[in-house]
């Protein structure tokens, strides 16, 4: 039995994850998929002090809490910083990193200097009376949609857990200082479907920190993959537990 710990992305809450964690708990397996602070049942508590270092603290705390350990490790888009920064201060209990349609940052990287139009985001912030705050990105015309997301049940289904991000989530940068986080294997899921709105990336490098091949999987599909196709995601983590 392994252990997967689900963090969503930027604007969106744990519920993302609601097509995924019961195919990944009928397998045996635990599963969390929590909402990071300022989302989904936390979202009274977004403020402009919560940043990227808070929700690393989240899935930190999570982590010791419940004691958990061999954690496969899952940040989709903005969550891959998220990730990589809970990794570093806790390496010795992950046992695997995902990196689904992820920022992936190198130490000392924030949101903005890996994805400029970030800069955009809270540039257009600064001239509303609430500076801090970045509202959903806007849904785009076919075959984009709402994150990659164009069913209409599911958009309705996803707005309803969307919500403002502060600025400060993509100003702070990661940190990656731990030479342990070198050993932990890293997958890297890039949706690359018509609709996938996706985020510009870097090539992932032939060789992982430690020095092993570097693994790579595709899914044809929009941004939000988690909700576009829960079963193929899920049988590709499966493969990691």
């Not at 809970?86 to 992820?102: E, G, K, S, W």
């Not at 920022?103 to 400029?116: F, H, K, L, N, Q």
């Not at 709402?146 to 599911?154: E, I, M, N, Q």
Request: with cysteine; charged share 15%.
């Amino acid at each position: 039995m392994s252990t997967f710990l689900l963090i969503h992305g930027a604007w969106h809450d744990g519920r993302s994850w609601d097509r995924v964690t019961p195919l990944l708990a009928a397998a045996g397996h635990r599963v969390f998929a929590p909402s990071l602070t300022g989302h989904g049942d936390r979202a009274a508590l977004l403020s402009p002090e919560v940043g990227l270092d808070t929700h690393a603290a989240d899935v930190v705390r999570l982590i010791l809490d419940e004691d958990l350990t061999d954690v496969i490790l899952v940040g989709h888009s903005y969550a891959g910083l998220v990730v990589s920064s809970a990794a570093n201060q806790v390496p010795d209990r992950i046992a695997h990193l995902v990196y689904l349609d992820a920022m992936v940052p190198e130490d000392g990287e924030s949101a903005a200097d890996i994805m400029p139009v970030t800069q955009l985001l809270i540039d257009q912030a600064a001239q509303t009376p609430t500076p801090w705050r970045i509202p959903p990105l806007p849904e785009m015309p076919p075959p984009a949609g709402l994150f990659g997301v164009t069913d209409p049940a599911d958009k309705a289904w996803l707005r309803t857990m969307m919500s403002d991000e502060s600025v400060l989530c993509f100003q702070q940068p990661a940190h990656l200082d731990s030479p342990t986080l070198a050993t932990v294997p890293r997958t890297h899921i890039h949706n690359v479907g018509e609709a996938a709105g996706r985020l510009p990336r870097r090539p992932v490098p032939a060789l992982q920190p430690n020095g092993t091949p570097a693994q790579v999987w595709d899914l044809p599909t929009g941004h939000d993959s988690m909700i576009t196709m829960p079963n193929e995601l899920a049988e590709l983590l499966l493969k990691l537990g």
